[in-house]
């Protein structure tokens, strides 16, 4: 099982940003797929955005232009830059992560198997 460490959730008036980030442990003979989901109350879960093994992240048409994924260099940590944000955005983020072998595609990020406990991101309008 793997553990994931999340972390930068809190409240910011709306227009403000925020950055969370996801903390796996280290692999030695593969990397992660990782990504962030959302779920408001009351709403359905749906996919932020994710890193492919490439490392091209793909977004939410929800969040184009105002949110930015990043990694560092080991790849084993994915930050969520969330900017422009909007009392929409308010609802409970989960970073997910998926290890394969290098040189493997990701999976669907539906079918990752990791998933954090979330971190709370509240905007005031």
């Known amino acids: 099982q793997v553990h994931l460490v999340e972390s930068g959730g809190g409240t910011v008036q709306s227009g403000g940003s925020l950055r969370l980030s996801c903390a796996a442990p280290?692999?030695?003979?593969?990397?992660?797929?990782m990504g962030w989901f959302r779920q408001a109350p009351g709403k359905q879960r749906e996919g932020v955005g994710h890193i492919d093994s490439t490392g091209t992240p793909t977004y939410a048409d929800s969040v184009k232009g105002r949110f930015t994924l990043s990694q560092n260099d080991a790849k084993n940590v994915l930050y969520l830059q969330m900017n422009s944000l909007k009392s929409e955005d308010t609802a409970m983020y989960f970073c997910?992560?998926?290890?394969?072998?290098?040189?493997?595609?990701?999976?669907?990020?539906?079918?990752?198997?990791?998933w954090g406990q979330g971190t709370q991101v509240t905007v005031s309008s």
């Open positions: 280290r692999v030695s003979d593969g990397l992660y797929c």
């Open positions: 997910a992560a998926e290890s394969v072998p290098r040189g493997q595609a990701c999976p669907d990020p539906s079918e990752f198997g990791y």
